[in-house]
């Protein structure tokens, strides 16, 4: 099935900007993007989130349709959640609990560029900060989980050949 606009409920077109192949609606100019695009986008330099946001044109004088409405994923159709950008600034995204894609309301990836440098000028926003701690203290939850596992599972192998080589007849001596 052709991905839809959330909004619009009309097909998405296909256009390759910056070398990434975007899913964007011809009528109010919001795009999806698939998984692992934005951060594609982004390492095409400073300004690719404003490049793209002037090629990409609504028809007419885009008007937002409302804060809260409830989007359908364009891919998968799931419910999509709505997240603050860089988790404190007023810019709200959309993004798919299952793929992982993200839309994006026109005027967004220009909103998202300057958040984004002010948030590098100002490496000390605490709030921003303590966020990104808490969620840094997570991670390395998991990561010391993981390796927990992982040292566990080792024991085992080594317990397990040990005493294979202690049950196993010792014809080599
Ligand atoms: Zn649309
Ligand atoms: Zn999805």
Redesign the pocket.
Known sequence: MARQ?P??K?NLRTEEILGIELDI?P??A?IFFDDGEMVKLKDQGDDAFEEVDEQVQPEQPFEPTGENITRMCPSCGEVMDEFKYLYTTHIKLDSCPKCSGTWVEHGELEAMQKALADAEVQPMNESLMRTLKHQLAIAKEEVAHEQRLYRQRRMTQVLRLLTLRRAGPPFWF
């Open positions: 606009c909004d619009c009309i609606c009528t109010c919001g």
